[in-house]
């Protein structure tokens, strides 16, 4: 008599998907210079017509308007990380490379968490990126960001196109 049993495979430690997470960084580093570019700019021309400066004169390194021009530029970067993962689970870096954000139920996260993992993975890009390496010795492959927030990078499965007879 056959054995009915299928044996159960054996647990595999889950993938840290630092390689995806680094081409989906680098592809999501082009529109958010370019939002960046928008923002200095408007720091420019406020600063030449507002503060009546001379046209090539640029602010000043580490002036009070140059540490606000790069937080007005961290907060952008985090409105385009927060509302597009709020928005799909995904940024246009991600969408390539199939990776969505999930909270641990498998949902969109809500709004807090996604603002919590964009200033911890923050915190970790100055760092050296050491909260994303974490991912290689985490017990279930996540990041410092992922942990914090309660949230968790996926790989989606490749789609399969549908034949024309199967519709």
Same mark, same amino acid.
């Given at each position: 008599?056959?054995?009915?049993?299928?044996?159960?495979?054996?647990?595999?430690?889950?993938?840290?998907?630092?390689?995806?997470?680094?081409l989906a960084l680098l592809y999501d580093a082009l529109p958010v210079i370019a939002l960046w570019m928008l923002a200095s700019t408007a720091f420019t021309v406020g600063y030449t017509f507002l503060g009546h400066h001379p046209p090539r004169e640029n602010?000043?390194?580490?002036?009070?308007?140059? =540490?606000?021009? +790069?937080?007005?530029?961290?907060?952008? *970067?985090?409105?385009?990380? @927060?509302?597009?993962? %709020?928005?799909?689970? /995904?940024?246009?870096?991600?969408?390539?490379?199939?990776?969505?954000?999930?909270?641990?139920?498998?949902?969109?996260?809500?709004?807090?968490?996604?603002?919590?993992?964009?200033?911890?993975?923050?915190?970790?890009?100055?760092?050296?990126?050491?909260?994303? =390496?974490?991912? +290689?010795?985490?017990?279930?492959?996540? *990041?410092?960001?992922?942990? @914090?927030?309660?949230? %968790?990078?996926?790989? /989606?499965?490749?789609?399969?196109?549908?034949?024309?007879?199967?519709?």
């Amino acid at each position: 008599m056959p054995d009915d049993t299928v044996p159960a495979a054996a647990p595999t430690k889950p993938h840290a998907l630092i390689g995806w997470r680094l081409l989906a960084l680098l592809y999501d580093a082009l529109p958010v210079i370019a939002l960046w570019m928008l923002a200095s700019t408007a720091f420019t021309v406020g600063y030449t017509f507002l503060g009546h400066h001379p046209p090539r004169e640029n602010i000043a390194p580490f002036s009070a308007l140059q =540490w606000l021009l +790069w937080l007005c530029c961290w907060m952008i *970067t985090g409105l385009y990380a @927060a509302l597009s993962w %709020r928005g799909g689970g /995904q940024t246009l870096g991600m969408r390539p490379w199939r990776l969505r954000i999930v909270d641990l139920s498998g949902n969109v996260p809500n709004g807090k968490a996604l603002w919590r993992r964009y200033a911890v993975a923050s915190l970790s890009l100055l760092l050296g990126g050491l909260g994303f =390496w974490w991912a +290689w010795i985490d017990r279930d492959g996540l *990041t410092w960001h992922d942990r @914090a927030s309660g949230t %968790r990078l996926i790989r /989606q499965p490749k789609r399969r196109p549908v034949s024309p007879s199967a519709v």
